[in-house]
């Protein structure tokens, strides 16, 4: 069983900044591609930033410049750094990983989601 939490999210002044962190637990043998996703009301879940793991990454064009994406591949964990951020970014965030387990299954695996609010 692999279960990833999301810490992070809360309500922040535009031009502020926040930190999401994703961190994967269970039965993994080796995780290759992480990420973030978000999903504002009324709207479909987009790609927000995405790091593979040779350490590629590419962003949505509205966050680039802005957020920056990392990983700790010891501790199974993703990182979402936003800086100046702006209303447009209320969202709920959603970290996935796409994990390989120790009997070879691969599958992606999501977070619960944690939201994102941008407001003075």
């Known amino acids: 069983q692999v279960r990833l939490v999301e810490s992070g999210g809360g309500l922040v002044q535009p031009g502020g900044s926040l930190r999401l962190s994703c961190a994967a637990s269970g039965s993994i043998f080796s995780i290759n591609d992480m990420g973030w996703y978000r999903q504002a009301p009324g709207k479909e879940r987009e790609l927000v930033a995405h790091i593979t793991g040779g350490g590629s990454e590419n962003f949505a064009d509205s966050v680039k410049g802005r957020f920056t994406i990392s990983r700790d591949n010891a501790e199974n964990t993703v990182y979402l750094q936003m800086n100046d951020l702006k209303p447009e970014d209320t969202a709920v965030y959603y970290c996935?990983?796409?994990?390989?387990?120790?009997?070879?299954?691969?599958?992606?695996?999501w977070g619960k989601g944690t939201l994102v609010t941008v407001s003075s």
């Open positions: 996935f990983e796409k994990i390989r387990d120790y009997r070879g299954h691969i599958a992606d695996y």
